[in-house]
Structures are given as structure tokens and as C-alpha cells.
């Protein structure tokens, strides 16, 4: 039948499918052109694919059939090329007339309904290519797409599975099944397939470092995030997210200098930013830095007084509870945090009602039970709890180690356990039955 596209002309999560001239680079980051990339022709179709289109012909009828296809297949190349995209979506709409089940028309139309968000339709279209393409990796990993879009992750995951089972090093399906990974928090596993993904090529968008950046981050890989985020810097210089991010995780190292140079970044490419303004002044807190440290304070200060409701990067407010901000900047500063942890309205509390002698149960959970600056503030304050009052519960989230903080908390309660072994949802339990 000629040459077929449906192998190689790959729509991935990172490639764009807008029109593309043929001698423009390819989006897909190879710096090659589009024609020897992701626009050649019939380099890697596979013999199952070959036969699936241009089966034999039988007879004349159907020979002038098969070229007429192939006629009509060139021409939905050259208007896609061309970014006559209804002509060719018309196209190849004309050649499922001819042939219904032809899997290369219907691979370019699922991706045109998958690109409009008719999922439902584009999914449809792939398994129908798949009917005469089994197992072709290109029409498996855009339905891991449109599936993954449905919300349908699973089946979406274990389309990218077939494809790497065949192909290991299929670049698409590996940064797919990398995203769906990291959105089930299988963060080891995802950090895995990113590494696998950057040994087959490094030429990636910013978008695909960043994930991998925030993985390696989850499984506390700091060096590595550090890494992923430069490489981001790199090709993107003016990306504020990235220098925040930068800032953050030099100082868990405590790189100080290196999280005020990207901090200094930062506040160059958004002079107001509240994360920034507050990190910053840790960090030069840190390093004893106290030039400009007053002007620092005093900018926080004005910025978290205002009553703007933005949360995006809020300030943390543990860290600036050590600096000479006001009442109001701190309560401002908790508020946006809250709004950023707030699951939605919480339903109407039941009304409790008591004997006249019955006492009010509170329990307290905490992971904090050792020399920790929340032990210091919290102790006295647990031991002047009115116990005719209230009656005290303490779960402790910490290994019991009988260290001097958490003896004496066990004599500020009523009840103390150690729940360190046990998972969540049985703790929950165990609160509820207390």
C-alpha cells in the first residue's frame, strides 16, 4: 500500500499536536526536522502493521481500492503538514468510507477527538485501530491517553505496561506511565521509570523534569531534585516556581548561600512574592546575615497584612514565628496555610451533651514526643489542663523510647498510647472507640 504513518506519528503527553511544517524542528525536543523525526515516513512500521493496512489485493476492484487509500492517506499528510487540520480530519473520514477498519485513519481521528476532549469517542476509535494493529505501541499508548483523561488510570497504566512490554525503551509510554505513577504517590517506582526515561534521552521539556524533580524530592532524593530543578533553570531562566523550589530544598540542606541566590532569583522575577520574601529572611537569619535583614522583615510584614486570599506558595508560618512581624501579618500568614490544607466546609458538629458531673474528652495526637520545640511550648500547657473538667488522651506517633519529654507526658495524661505501629485508619478507630 505504500507508506504508513500510524508508526511513528506519536501524540504524547509532551509533544504538541498542532500543525508542524515539515523542515521545522520537531516538538518533540530530538532537534531533528519534523520530516526525520516524528513526520518520517514508514521507518518504523512494523510487519503486523504493514500487513494490516495493505492487505493483499484479490482482484482489480480491490487494487484500485488500496490505491485510492493510499492516495487519500498522502493527502491527509500533506493538509495536516500544511495545518489544514478539518481537511485532513475530511481525509481520513474518507478513507474509513473505503475501509472502515483501516487502523491509520482511525488513529489520526482518535487523536484529533482526543486533542477536542471527546474521550469517550477517541477511545473508541483506538480500539478499532487495534482490531487490525494488535499491540501496536502507538495506538496503545495515545489510549492509555484518552483513558488516563477519562480518569480510568488504571487501564491507562496498564496500556503504557504493554507498550514498554514490547518496547522498553518507548520514551512516550515511559514518561506516561511515569505520570500516572506519581499520581497514585508510587513514587519509588516513578523515580525508577524516570531514570529508565533519561538514559534513552536527556532532551526533555522543562514539564518532564519538573516531575521527575518533585518525585525525587517525595523519596527524599534532595541532591537529585536539586539537580532536575537546575536542569529546569537551565531551560527555562525565567521559571519562578523553580527557584522556589530551589530555595526550599537548599535549605533542608542547609545550603544557605545557595537558597539565597535562588531566592534573590525569585524575588527578581516577582519583587512581591510572600514565600520568597519569608524564606529569604530565614535563610539570611540563618547565616547571620542581618544586612537588608530589617528592610526584609518590614516588606513580609506589608505584605502579609494585606487581605488578598492568595494562597499559591503561602509562607509557612512556623518559620516566621522567630522574626519581629505583627499579630496580624502571623495570623494572616496561617490563615492562607490553613486554606491551602482545608478539605472543603466541614459537616455540622453534633451536640455534645453531658451530665453535670461528666467530663469533656479530648485526645491529642502528635508525632513529637522528644526534645522538639512543640514539646517545650505543649508540657506545661497539658499539665494545667482543669482534669475535673476534662478527661486527657495522648497517641503518641513516635516510637516509645522513654526519653525524659515523652515520661513526662505520660504523667500529664489520663490515658497514653503508643500507636507508632499501627496504620492510620486503626488509629482513627481506636480515637473514635476512646
Excluded at 518520517?40 to 487494487?63: E, M
Excluded at 518507548?170 to 499520581?183: F, I, K, Q, R
Excluded at 504517590?185 to 526515561?197: I, R
Excluded at 506545661?380 to 503518641?396: G, N, P, Q, T, V
Amino acid at each position: 500500500m505504500g507508506k504508513s504513518l500510524l508508526a511513528h506519528a506519536l501524540v504524547h503527553r509532551f509533544v504538541s499536536t498542532s500543525a508542524i511544517a515539515r523542515n521545522a524542528p520537531c516538538p518533540c525536543g530530538s532537534g531533528r526536522r519534523y520530516k526525520d523525526c516524528h513526520g518520517a515516513l514508514g521507518k518504523v512500521a512494523t510487519a503486523t502493521v504493514a500487513r494490516s493496512v495493505a492487505p493483499p489485493p484479490t482482484d482489480a476492484s480491490a487494487g484500485a481500492a488500496i490505491n485510492a487509500i493510499d492516495a487519500l492517506l498522502r493527502q491527509a499528510e500533506e493538509s495536516f503538514a500544511r495545518g489544514e487540520l478539518a481537511v485532513a480530519e475530511a481525509t481520513w473520514q474518507e478513507v474509513l468510507s473505503l475501509d472502515p477498519g483501516h487502523p491509520e485513519a482511525l488513529f489520526h481521528l482518535g487523536n484529533r477527538l482526543r486533542e477536542r476532549g471527546e474521550h469517550e469517542a477517541a477511545i473508541d476509535y483506538f480500539e478499532r485501530a487495534l482490531e487490525r494493529a494488535p499491540g501496536h505501541p502507538g495506538v496503545l499508548n495515545n489510549l492509555g491517553l484518552a483513558l488516563e483523561a477519562r480518569g480510568d488510570a488504571q487501564r491507562a497504566e496498564r496500556c503504557y505496561r504493554e507498550v514498554l512490554a514490547a518496547q522498553p525503551q518507548h520514551a512516550d509510554a515511559l514518561a506516561n506511565l511515569a505520570n500516572v505513577l506519581s499520581v497514585r504517590e508510587a513514587f519509588d517506582e516513578t523515580v525508577a521509570v524516570y531514570e529508565k526515561l533519561f538514559t534513552i534521552r536527556r532532551d526533555l521539556p522543562a514539564a518532564v523534569w519538573i516531575r521527575r524533580a518533585m518525585a525525587q524530592n517525595r523519596t527524599q532524593d534532595i541532591a537529585g531534585a536539586i539537580d532536575s530543578y537546575r536542569e529546569v533553570a537551565r531551560l527555562d531562566p525565567d521559571a519562578l516556581q523553580v527557584y522556589l523550589h530551589l530555595g526550599t530544598l537548599y535549605i533542608q540542606q542547609r545550603s544557605f548561600a545557595e537558597a539565597d541566590t535562588a531566592l534573590r532569583r525569585a524575588l527578581e522575577l516577582d519583587p512581591g512574592n510572600r514565600y520568597a520574601l519569608s524564606q529569604l529572611a530565614h535563610t539570611r537569619q540563618q547565616r547571620c546575615a542581618w544586612d537588608g535583614l530589617a528592610e526584609l522583615f518590614a516588606r513580609l510584614r506589608q505584605s502579609l497584612e494585606s487581605e488578598d486570599a492568595n494562597t499559591e506558595f503561602p509562607v509557612l508560618p512556623f518559620a516566621i514565628l522567630a522574626m519581629p512581624l505583627s499579630p496580624l501579618a502571623q495570623l494572616r500568614a496561617a490563615q492562607r496555610w490553613a486554606r491551602t490544607i482545608a478539605k472543603g466546609p466541614l459537616p455540622p458538629r453534633p451536640t455534645v451533651r453531658r451530665g453535670p458531673r461528666e467530663r469533656l474528652r479530648v485526645a491529642f495526637v502528635t508525632a513529637n514526643m522528644h526534645d522538639h520545640p512543640t514539646m517545650h511550648l505543649s508540657l506545661e500547657f497539658w499539665e494545667k489542663i482543669d482534669r475535673a473538667r476534662l478527661e486527657m488522651f495522648a497517641y503518641s506517633l513516635r516510637r516509645h523510647d522513654d526519653n525524659p519529654f515523652e515520661r513526662r507526658a505520660r504523667t500529664a495524661f489520663e490515658h497514653f498510647a503508643d500507636v507508632s505501629k499501627e496504620p492510620a485508619a486503626r488509629i482513627a478507630q481506636r480515637i473514635r472507640e476512646d
